[in-house]
Protein backbone atom coordinates (compact mmCIF):
# COMPACT_ATOMS: atom_id res chain seq x y z
CA UNK A 1 0.00 0.00 0.00
CA UNK A 2 1.85 2.86 -1.33
CA UNK A 3 0.63 6.44 0.20
CA UNK A 4 2.25 9.65 -0.65
CA UNK A 5 3.39 11.86 1.84
CA UNK A 6 3.12 15.56 1.76
CA UNK A 7 5.43 17.56 4.40
CA UNK A 8 4.27 19.64 6.79
CA UNK A 9 3.65 20.02 10.60
CA UNK A 10 3.44 16.35 11.97
CA UNK A 11 2.51 16.37 15.50
CA UNK A 12 -0.45 14.39 14.57
CA UNK A 13 -0.77 11.68 12.23
CA UNK A 14 -2.98 12.26 9.36
CA UNK A 15 -4.46 10.04 6.80
CA UNK A 16 -6.32 10.29 3.39
CA UNK A 17 -8.20 8.00 1.48
CA UNK A 18 -9.23 9.84 -1.68
CA UNK A 19 -10.26 9.40 -5.14
CA UNK A 20 -8.06 11.26 -7.76
CA UNK A 21 -11.25 12.49 -9.53
CA UNK A 22 -12.92 14.17 -7.01
CA UNK A 23 -13.49 17.86 -6.19
CA UNK A 24 -13.73 17.15 -2.62
CA UNK A 25 -10.88 15.18 -2.73
CA UNK A 26 -8.81 17.77 -4.29
CA UNK A 27 -10.27 20.49 -1.99
CA UNK A 28 -9.41 18.43 0.67
CA UNK A 29 -5.37 18.35 0.08
CA UNK A 30 -5.70 21.56 -0.66
CA UNK A 31 -6.73 22.82 3.21
CA UNK A 32 -4.05 20.68 4.77
CA UNK A 33 -1.67 21.77 2.81
CA UNK A 34 -2.58 25.50 3.14
CA UNK A 35 -2.79 25.07 7.11
CA UNK A 36 0.86 23.64 6.78
CA UNK A 37 -0.26 19.95 7.72
CA UNK A 38 1.81 17.02 7.08
CA UNK A 39 -0.58 13.99 5.62
CA UNK A 40 -0.25 10.60 3.86
CA UNK A 41 -2.54 9.94 1.09
CA UNK A 42 -4.12 7.64 -1.31
CA UNK A 43 -5.82 7.62 -4.75
CA UNK A 44 -7.64 4.57 -4.20
CA UNK A 45 -9.16 5.01 -7.48
CA UNK A 46 -5.50 4.77 -9.18
CA UNK A 47 -4.98 1.30 -7.68
CA UNK A 48 -5.70 -1.43 -9.88
CA UNK A 49 -8.80 -3.46 -9.10
CA UNK A 50 -7.02 -5.99 -7.39
CA UNK A 51 -5.17 -3.75 -5.37
CA UNK A 52 -8.27 -1.98 -4.06
CA UNK A 53 -9.69 -5.19 -2.92
CA UNK A 54 -6.97 -8.13 -2.29
CA UNK A 55 -4.30 -5.34 -0.89
CA UNK A 56 -7.31 -4.25 1.57
CA UNK A 57 -7.52 -0.74 0.98
CA UNK A 58 -11.21 -0.45 0.39
CA UNK A 59 -11.60 -2.97 3.75
CA UNK A 60 -9.60 -0.39 5.22
CA UNK A 61 -11.54 3.08 4.46
CA UNK A 62 -14.78 0.48 5.37
CA UNK A 63 -13.13 -0.29 8.92
CA UNK A 64 -12.54 3.73 9.43
CA UNK A 65 -15.83 5.19 7.49
CA UNK A 66 -18.13 2.10 7.27
CA UNK A 67 -19.92 3.87 4.25
CA UNK A 68 -16.95 3.71 2.23
CA UNK A 69 -17.34 7.04 0.63
CA UNK A 70 -14.71 9.28 -0.34
CA UNK A 71 -12.29 11.61 1.16
CA UNK A 72 -12.20 9.53 4.26
CA UNK A 73 -9.80 11.55 6.81
CA UNK A 74 -7.72 9.30 9.49
CA UNK A 75 -6.62 12.20 11.76
CA UNK A 76 -4.60 10.35 14.68
CA UNK A 77 -6.46 7.50 16.19
CA UNK A 78 -9.80 9.32 15.49
CA UNK A 79 -12.09 7.74 12.92
CA UNK A 80 -13.61 10.84 10.14
CA UNK A 81 -15.71 9.87 6.82
CA UNK A 82 -18.21 13.16 6.50
CA UNK A 83 -18.01 15.41 3.77
CA UNK A 84 -17.84 18.64 4.46
CA UNK B 1 -5.09 13.31 -22.62
CA UNK B 2 -7.86 15.77 -21.46
CA UNK B 3 -7.70 19.25 -22.48
CA UNK B 4 -9.06 22.46 -21.02
CA UNK B 5 -11.25 22.68 -24.47
CA UNK B 6 -12.52 19.23 -23.61
CA UNK B 7 -13.66 20.48 -20.26
CA UNK B 8 -15.26 23.51 -21.23
CA UNK B 9 -16.99 20.96 -24.21
CA UNK B 10 -18.22 18.91 -21.82
CA UNK B 11 -19.29 21.24 -19.42
CA UNK B 12 -21.47 23.43 -21.92
CA UNK B 13 -22.86 20.04 -23.09
CA UNK B 14 -24.35 18.91 -19.67
CA UNK B 15 -25.51 22.83 -18.75
CA UNK B 16 -27.69 22.83 -21.99
CA UNK B 17 -29.08 19.50 -21.07
CA UNK B 18 -29.38 20.38 -17.38
CA UNK B 19 -31.34 24.01 -17.74
CA UNK B 20 -34.06 23.12 -20.18
CA UNK B 21 -35.05 20.25 -17.26
CA UNK B 22 -35.06 22.34 -14.35
CA UNK B 23 -31.85 21.19 -13.03
CA UNK B 24 -28.56 23.96 -12.48
CA UNK B 25 -25.05 23.19 -12.03
CA UNK B 26 -23.21 24.31 -8.85
CA UNK B 27 -22.65 28.16 -9.28
CA UNK B 28 -19.08 27.86 -8.39
CA UNK B 29 -18.00 27.18 -12.27
CA UNK B 30 -14.47 26.35 -11.07
CA UNK B 31 -15.52 23.64 -8.47
CA UNK B 32 -18.11 22.11 -11.52
CA UNK B 33 -15.30 22.20 -14.29
CA UNK B 34 -13.23 20.17 -11.20
CA UNK B 35 -15.89 17.46 -11.36
CA UNK B 36 -16.66 17.57 -14.98
CA UNK B 37 -13.24 16.86 -15.47
CA UNK B 38 -13.47 13.87 -12.91
CA UNK B 39 -15.99 12.88 -14.61
CA UNK B 40 -14.32 12.47 -18.51
CA UNK B 41 -11.19 11.00 -16.51
CA UNK B 42 -14.01 8.37 -16.23
CA UNK B 43 -15.22 8.04 -19.18
CA UNK B 44 -11.55 7.91 -20.32
CA UNK B 45 -10.62 5.19 -17.53
CA UNK B 46 -13.44 2.75 -17.81
CA UNK B 47 -15.53 3.41 -20.89
CA UNK B 48 -18.25 5.30 -18.82
CA UNK B 49 -18.97 8.29 -17.51
CA UNK B 50 -19.11 7.91 -14.06
CA UNK B 51 -19.71 9.80 -10.67
CA UNK B 52 -16.37 11.83 -9.90
CA UNK B 53 -17.03 11.16 -6.23
CA UNK B 54 -17.56 7.27 -6.08
CA UNK B 55 -15.12 4.48 -6.45
CA UNK B 56 -16.01 2.50 -9.44
CA UNK B 57 -15.07 -1.22 -9.70
CA UNK B 58 -16.24 -4.00 -12.58
CA UNK B 59 -17.88 -3.45 -15.81
CA UNK B 60 -20.41 -1.20 -16.26
CA UNK B 61 -23.62 -3.01 -15.99
CA UNK B 62 -21.97 -2.80 -11.85
CA UNK B 63 -22.04 0.82 -12.16
CA UNK B 64 -24.66 1.93 -14.39
CA UNK B 65 -26.65 3.13 -10.66
CA UNK B 66 -23.31 5.98 -10.72
CA UNK B 67 -23.20 7.52 -14.69
CA UNK B 68 -23.53 11.27 -14.16
CA UNK B 69 -26.35 12.19 -13.84
CA UNK B 70 -26.83 9.08 -11.36
CA UNK B 71 -29.68 7.08 -9.60
CA UNK B 72 -29.78 8.99 -6.83
CA UNK B 73 -29.91 12.93 -7.76
CA UNK B 74 -32.92 13.82 -8.07
CA UNK B 75 -33.73 12.23 -4.40
CA UNK B 76 -30.53 14.25 -2.88
CA UNK B 77 -31.38 17.67 -4.95
CA UNK B 78 -34.57 17.55 -3.30
CA UNK B 79 -33.33 16.25 0.61
CA UNK B 80 -30.37 18.34 0.59
CA UNK B 81 -29.93 20.87 -2.30
CA UNK B 82 -27.41 18.91 -4.05
CA UNK B 83 -26.36 15.96 -5.67
CA UNK B 84 -23.91 13.86 -4.06
CA UNK B 85 -20.36 15.39 -5.57
CA UNK B 86 -22.21 18.40 -5.71
CA UNK B 87 -22.43 19.27 -9.84
CA UNK B 88 -26.31 19.46 -9.93
CA UNK B 89 -28.09 21.74 -7.26
CA UNK B 90 -31.47 23.01 -6.70
CA UNK B 91 -32.89 26.46 -7.78
CA UNK B 92 -32.63 27.62 -3.81
CA UNK B 93 -28.57 26.61 -3.38
CA UNK B 94 -27.89 28.30 -7.00
CA UNK B 95 -29.72 31.30 -6.44
CA UNK B 96 -27.18 31.31 -3.20
CA UNK B 97 -30.42 31.17 -0.77
CA UNK B 98 -30.57 27.85 0.38
CA UNK B 99 -27.40 26.51 2.70
CA UNK B 100 -25.72 23.29 1.89
CA UNK B 101 -25.35 20.70 4.73
CA UNK B 102 -23.22 17.56 5.08
CA UNK B 103 -24.62 14.71 2.12
CA UNK B 104 -24.34 11.06 2.72
CA UNK B 105 -23.77 8.70 0.29
CA UNK B 106 -27.18 6.60 -0.50
CA UNK B 107 -25.63 4.26 -2.83
CA UNK B 108 -24.64 0.76 -0.57
CA UNK B 109 -20.79 0.12 0.07
CA UNK B 110 -19.26 -1.93 -2.03
CA UNK B 111 -20.11 -5.79 -1.83
CA UNK B 112 -23.40 -4.72 -0.38
CA UNK B 113 -24.68 -3.63 -3.49
CA UNK B 114 -28.56 -5.05 -3.58
CA UNK B 115 -29.39 -6.86 -7.09
CA UNK B 116 -30.07 -5.56 -10.07
CA UNK B 117 -33.73 -7.01 -10.54
CA UNK B 118 -34.80 -5.39 -7.11
CA UNK B 119 -33.10 -2.13 -8.49
CA UNK B 120 -35.73 -2.20 -11.13
CA UNK B 121 -38.81 -1.79 -9.27
CA UNK B 122 -37.76 1.64 -7.14
CA UNK B 123 -38.93 5.03 -7.88
CA UNK B 124 -35.95 7.65 -7.83
CA UNK B 125 -38.92 9.80 -5.87
CA UNK B 126 -41.14 9.02 -3.73
CA UNK B 127 -45.08 9.97 -3.97
CA UNK B 128 -45.75 10.56 -0.29
CA UNK B 129 -42.22 12.32 0.44
CA UNK B 130 -43.23 15.04 -1.84
CA UNK B 131 -47.06 15.09 -2.45
CA UNK B 132 -47.01 14.01 -5.59
CA UNK B 133 -50.25 11.44 -6.88
CA UNK B 134 -47.71 9.00 -8.44
CA UNK B 135 -43.98 7.83 -7.74
CA UNK B 136 -41.29 9.15 -10.34
CA UNK B 137 -39.26 6.64 -12.32
CA UNK B 138 -36.48 7.86 -14.33
CA UNK B 139 -34.79 5.74 -17.31
CA UNK B 140 -30.68 4.44 -16.31
CA UNK B 141 -29.92 5.12 -19.69
CA UNK B 142 -31.27 8.71 -21.34
CA UNK B 143 -32.47 10.05 -17.72
CA UNK B 144 -36.02 10.71 -18.92
CA UNK B 145 -38.36 10.37 -15.99
CA UNK B 146 -42.04 9.19 -16.02
CA UNK B 147 -44.70 9.34 -12.76
CA UNK B 148 -47.05 6.32 -13.04
CA UNK B 149 -47.95 3.49 -10.35
CA UNK B 150 -45.14 1.44 -11.57
CA UNK B 151 -42.59 1.12 -14.22
CA UNK B 152 -43.34 0.09 -17.77
CA UNK B 153 -41.82 -3.28 -18.78
CA UNK B 154 -41.83 -3.19 -22.35
CA UNK B 155 -41.78 -0.60 -24.97
CA UNK B 156 -44.32 1.79 -25.57
CA UNK B 157 -46.18 3.35 -28.54
CA UNK B 158 -44.85 6.51 -28.54
CA UNK B 159 -41.72 8.60 -27.05
CA UNK B 160 -41.41 11.88 -25.62
CA UNK B 161 -39.29 13.73 -27.89
CA UNK B 162 -37.05 15.93 -25.20
CA UNK B 163 -35.89 15.19 -21.76
CA UNK B 164 -38.63 16.30 -19.14
CA UNK B 165 -37.81 18.01 -15.94
CA UNK B 166 -39.37 17.37 -12.74
CA UNK B 167 -40.60 20.13 -12.41
CA UNK B 168 -42.79 20.08 -15.87
CA UNK B 169 -43.50 15.55 -14.69
CA UNK B 170 -45.39 17.68 -11.90
CA UNK B 171 -47.95 19.08 -14.13
CA UNK B 172 -48.55 15.76 -16.50
CA UNK B 173 -49.00 12.63 -13.74
CA UNK B 174 -48.63 10.41 -16.53
CA UNK B 175 -45.46 10.12 -19.30
CA UNK B 176 -44.67 7.26 -21.11
CA UNK B 177 -41.54 7.08 -22.34
CA UNK B 178 -39.16 4.87 -24.78
CA UNK B 179 -35.29 4.32 -24.52
CA UNK B 180 -34.79 1.87 -27.41
CA UNK B 181 -35.62 -1.01 -27.29
CA UNK B 182 -35.19 -1.49 -23.46
CA UNK B 183 -36.36 -0.44 -20.16
CA UNK B 184 -34.12 0.46 -17.62
CA UNK B 185 -35.12 2.25 -13.96
CA UNK B 186 -33.28 3.90 -11.50
CA UNK B 187 -33.07 2.76 -8.07
CA UNK B 188 -33.23 5.38 -5.43
CA UNK B 189 -34.54 4.94 -2.11
CA UNK B 190 -34.42 1.64 0.10
Redesign the interface.
Same mark, same amino acid.
Given at each position: MDFTHVDGDSHIAVTLFSLSTCGHCRRTKTFLEEKGIAYDYIDVDCLSGGETFTGGVYDLVKSYNPQGSFPTIVIGGEKTGDRW | MITRFDIERKYLEIKQQAEPSGYHLNPDED?AK??V?? *?L??EERYGFATC? @??? %? &??PREDNIDIICPCDYRDQDIIDYGVCY @??LYVSTGVAAGTTP &? %?? *???RRP??GELVSKETDNAKPSVLPEKQGLPFPVYRCRVCGYLCARTSPPRRPVRYAVPHRIGLRSILNKPVHILRHGRRWTFSKLCS
Open positions: - | FELHG *IINP @CRL %S &VG @CA &V %SC *IPDPL
